[in-house]
């Protein structure tokens, strides 16, 4: 372990062009924080990491120009930390703070932060990320755009009595969702005016324990949707992009699991569509920067607003292999006021990605698997790309979100894409902590997702049908 806490000296290259930046602080930790580095390490950028005392070996602390310690292991005292963070770029130098995603990049407050102490933030503004953060509030200003939305509530439902009402004039089944929420926390789905009561009430509490805020709204809950959502690029001279779309269907408790694009379930006509829709609800807000346009479509092929999220997507290498761009060195040199590297017609989307998200948890009972990393064997070959910072000896620590990798494969086609995700699959060896991948290659092999026949609630019945299996089988 001793080689891969040690760092190797700085060699200047020769300066072959003016990086955006002279220094970037990373405000994050595992795969999003190495893969901003190489990024930056193309772009001739100097690094900062910062790192709790749980990931004072981790390779983003190791592959970093400089590192510095934020705090203990909690979240809160370290990677949520904002004077922290602020202070550890103001003694190294950094004039950036890239956030990656979750922890405080959709965290309005830090931009503000950011902005006051001179520092610029990779992202869009506070303004943005207060508008779309807030899903009552988002819903409004793309009602205002003219984007399609989900029949519900007119912004937040404030007592169960209107709920009842707002159930009976949308139609049952109805979601109860938080307005600052997001990652399937404060949702709760209601069949009928007899559950209401709970199921509100519990949407509330989960809300103001995650988020502060108990406000929730309204929407149709469809039964057997697809999640669809558009990568958006844009810069600080009204320019706005789109790099298609990914399918994001597979998932469980409102987690993703497996990625794609594009998505096999649009014809080139909603494709046009649906992208048209996604730059319409971009150009509402003025947005800049990295962002994503989630929708919800329907078996008649009907499409519906979402969300948006105002940072890099943890899926955005798919959207990288199938477009050729960098979306992390686009955001840089957004962020540092140049124009976009690209307008829409040279954007060429080339054969398919899939992306599997590799979690250290128990990949049927969904429970978290903290550990050492004992062996380790990472896939290759043709086509095969893998984000992670994982490595032998490597501890995955319990205080964080369970994804130590994501595991990507690019064909000319869905049929090759398929064929090197399974090859990948059976090569990657990941030993000490259990981990994902087992029902990923199952899934690759199901006639259902071969087909691309499948919803948003396929993984939920595919693992009650395996668990169902294991216990007969006992």
Known sequence: MAALTRKPPLIKAAARFDPPFRKILIANRGEIALRVILACKELGIQTVAVYSEADRDALHVRFADQDICIGPAPSAKSYLNIPQVIAAAEVTGAEAIHPGYGFLSENPHFVDVCQACGIVFIG???????????????????????????????????????????????????????????????????????????????????????????????????????????????????????????????????????EESPSPALTPELRKRIWEMALRAARAV????????????????????????????????????????????????????????????????????????????????????????????????????????????AVIPPYYDSLVAKLIAHGSDRTEALARMRRALDTLVVEGIKTSAPLHRLIMDHPDFISGNFSTNWLEVYLAALEKERTEAH
């Open 124 to 258: 869009p503004n506070s303004e943005i990320i207060r508008m779309m953060g807030n899903k009552a509030q988002a819903k409004a200003t793309m009602k205002a755009a003219g984007v399609p939305l989900m029949p519900g509530s007119d912004g937040v439902v404030e007592t169960v009595d209107d709920a009842l009402a707002w159930g009976e004039t949308i139609g049952y089944p109805v979601i109860v969702k938080a307005s600052a929420g997001g990652g399937g926390r404060g949702m709760r789905i209601v069949n009928g005016p007899d559950e209401m009561a709970d199921m509100y009430n519990t949407a509330r509490t989960e809300a103001r324990a995650a988020f502060t805020d108990d406000s929730v709204y309204m929407e149709k809950y469809l039964l057997e949707p697809r999640h669809i959502e558009v990568q958006i690029l844009g810069d600080l001279f009204g320019s706005i992009i789109t790099l298609g779309e990914r399918e994001c269907s597979i998932q469980r408790r409102h987690q993703k699991l497996i």
């Open 286 to 393: 003025g947005y800049f920067n990295a962002g994503t346009i989630e929708f919800l479509l329907d078996a008649r092929g009907e499409f519906f607003f979402m969300e948006m999220n105002t940072r890099v997507q943890v899926e955005h290498p798919v959207t990288e292999m199938v477009s050729g761009v960098d979306i992390v060195k686009e955001q840089i040199r957004i962020a540092a006021g140049q124009k976009l590297s690209y307008t829409q017609d040279d954007i060429v989307l080339r054969g398919h990605a899939i992306e599997c998200r590799i979690n250290a948890e128990d990949p049927f009972r969904c429970t978290p698997s903290p550990g050492r990393i004992t062996a380790l064997n990472f896939p290759g070959g043709p086509g095969i790309r893998m984000d992670t910072a994982m490595h032998q000896d």
